[in-house]
Nanobody, 120 residues
């Protein structure tokens, strides 16, 4: 059974940083496309960052230069380092995976989400 469990969310002031983690079980993160999505109240869920099995990354324009996603294959864990946080980054953040090596935009597995709140 595949499980993706996020942690690391919380409340932070504008300009602050947070690092989200996504621990996988029943699943090998090194083999598959992994990614982060977020959903703010009243808005649609949107893709934030993705990382292919070969380590290639892609980011939404709104977070480029501020967010970095990475994987620790030994720990079977995905990370999202978020710097220079803005109020508009406030959302529930979800870890996700597409069960193929190169990301194409689909999602096969979701985590339960972790809340990030940025206040001014």
């Amino acid at each position: 059974q595949v499980q993706l469990v996020e942690s690391g969310g919380g409340s932070v002031q504008v300009g602050g940083s947070l690092r989200l983690s996504c621990a996988a079980s029943g699943y090998t993160v090194s083999r598959y496309c992994m990614g982060w999505f977020r959903q703010a109240p009243g808005k649609e869920r949107e893709g934030v960052a993705h990382i292919d099995s070969d380590g290639s990354t892609s980011y939404a324009d709104s977070v480029k230069g501020r967010f970095t996603t990475s994987k620790d294959n030994a720990k079977n864990t995905l990370y999202l380092q978020m710097n220079s946080l803005k109020p508009e980054d406030t959302a529930m953040y979800y870890c996700a995976s597409e069960g193929i090596s190169i990301c194409t935009g689909g999602v096969d597995y979701w985590g339960q989400g972790t809340q990030v709140t940025v206040s001014s």
